[in-house]
T-cell receptor
Framework: DAMVIQNPRYQVTQFGKPVTLSCSQT?????MYWYQQKSSQAPKLLFH???????NEADTPDNFQSRRPNTSFCFLDIRSPGLGDTAMYLC?????????????FGPGTRLTVL | EDQVTQSPEALRLQEGESSSLNCSYT??????LFWYRQDPGKGPEFLFT?????EEKEKERLKATLTKKESFLHITAPKPEDSATYLC?????????????WGLGTSLAVNP
């Protein structure tokens, strides 16, 4: 089945130790998003790619970076994680075109920073 | 300011007890109103997109409706497996970017 896959599902890292989360998709969608979701909160958009065009949200910390080497893969790099970065990280994809803003989410990666 | 507000925050129903969840929005240039279901520890699962006032969509026990100011998610004769958080989001366009404005969700618990 076409889908959005995130790895790992669970990640524990130490304060300040860089971590990379990955997302892959078989939907062939050209838009990919990264969200951060903390407990009992709505998803918060960090950035998104429209093809290779990178769009950063104004309030996304510089500590968060992203790479999209091809259509299928996208990575979230947290250069120096802090305790406040403990959260669920969600990847989503969306097809192009007017009126097709539906975003399809992966299962998420739960990151714990100790 | 674009905003989406969901009510109630939490709802507990008995199996078979129908009810409605509310999503009110003030999103300029709304390009769609989305409903998602989220189970604990998982990513949101897409349910519906509504584009214009008066539109309705159904899926099993769920029916979503849209007016010019709010959307309702009606749950008919719910079952325990319908227990989840239901998220509502409005899509707006800022330049070439599409962005979802999310509500905080309604946590639904259905008791057997």
């Amino acid at each position: 089945d076409a889908m959005v896959i995130q790895n790992p599902r669970y990640q524990v890292t130490q304060f300040g130790k860089p971590v990379t989360l990955s997302c892959s998709q078989t939907l062939n969608h050209n838009v990919m998003y990264w969200y951060q979701q903390k407990s009992s909160q709505a998803p918060k958009l960090l950035f998104h790619y429209y093809d290779k065009d990178f769009n950063n949200e104004a309030d996304t910390p510089d500590n968060f970076q992203s790479r999209r080497p091809n259509t299928s893969f996208c990575f979230l790099d947290i250069r120096s994680p802090g305790l406040g970065d403990t959260a669920m990280y969600l990847c989503a994809t969306s097809p192009p075109g007017q009126g097709t803003d539906t975003q399809y989410f992966g299962p998420g990666t739960r990151l714990t920073v100790l | 300011e674009d905003q989406v507000t969901q009510s109630p925050e939490a709802l507990r129903l008995q199996e078979g007890e129908s009810s409605s969840l509310n999503c009110s929005y003030t999103v300029s240039g709304l390009r769609g109103l989305f409903w998602y279901r989220q189970d604990p520890g998982k990513g949101p699962e897409f349910l519906f997109t509504l584009y214009s006032a008066g539109e309705e969509k159904e899926k099993e026990r769920l029916k979503a409706t849209l007016t010019k100011k709010e959307s309702f998610l009606h749950i008919t004769a719910p079952k325990p497996e319908d227990s989840a958080t239901y998220l509502c989001a409005g899509a707006c366009t800022a330049g070439n970017n599409r962005k979802l404005i999310w509500g905080l969700g309604t946590s639904l618990a259905v008791n057997p």
